[in-house]
């Protein structure tokens, strides 16, 4: 079983559209984020949840909206898609909001914004 | 299918040479990289090797790639305090950006 699922693997869409990113962990972490991959393959980190408490919330346009159902998920909803969000997003867990705990990546969704 | 592995766990000596190693099973990888994990700082891309190549050194780093055996390691010479963190190995294939992360590699220098 995929520990970390982030669903879809693609998605393209156009300019002005809403669309969501789902992630799942079976790990049974308690944290759970969202990484942007930008052009030079550094990967960002956007947010952060522990326990379905929002703990990380960097600098992000607030057409970026994640939510936790629970502590096994951590989607992301994006408003108003504009051509600069076209990425590579990945979902990561780790045990606990310990910063020195190992990251789990899930397999990134590549968003195209047409 | 696309799976990459590391060992857990390496400890090594203030000044000593540490080397973590990746073995991958995708052959078809366009490029692998090596990121840095360090606390609050998001993954910083250490280096790359372009997947046609054997070997790649920069400054204190130095990749080998051995292709036939889908082994990657990296190797950090004179090994500092300031590099504990954890070290992920990763590949991207043709036609898409996105990265497929190996398991991490957890590195302690002890003085």
């Known amino acids: 079983d995929t520990a970390v699922s982030q669903t879809p693997k693609y998605l393209v869409t156009q300019m002005g559209n809403d669309k969501s990113i789902k992630c799942e962990q079976n790990?049974?972490?308690?944290?759970m984020y969202w990484y942007k991959q930008d052009s030079k393959k550094f990967l960002k980190i956007m947010f952060s949840?522990?326990?379905?408490?929002?703990?990380i919330n960097e600098t992000v346009p607030n057409r970026f909206s994640p939510k936790s159902p629970d502590k096994a998920h951590l989607n992301l909803h994006i408003n108003s898609l504009e051509l600069g969000d076209s990425a590579v997003y990945f979902c990561?867990?780790?045990?606990?909001?310990?910063?020195?705990?190992?990251?789990?990546f899930g397999s990134g969704t590549q968003l195209s914004v047409l | 299918g696309e799976d990459v592995e590391q060992s857990l766990f390496l400890s090594v000596r203030e000044g000593d040479s540490s080397v973590i190693n990746c073995t991958y099973t995708d052959s078809s990888s366009t490029y692998l990289y090596w990121y840095k994990q360090e606390p609050g700082a998001g993954l910083q891309l250490l280096t790359y090797?372009?997947?046609?190549?054997d070997m790649k050194q920069d400054q204190r780093l130095t990749v080998l790639l051995n292709k036939k055996d889908k082994h990657l390691s990296l190797r950090i010479a004179d090994t500092q305090t300031g590099d504990s963190a954890i070290y992920f190995c990763a590949e991207s294939f043709r036609d898409t950006d996105k990265l497929i992360f190996g398991t991490g590699t957890r590195l302690q220098v002890f003085p």
């Open positions: 990561a867990s780790s045990q606990n909001r310990d910063p020195y705990e190992k990251l789990f």
């Open positions: 949840y522990n326990n379905k408490e929002l703990i």
């Open positions: 790990l049974g972490h308690d944290t």
């Open positions: 090797i372009f997947s046609n190549m």
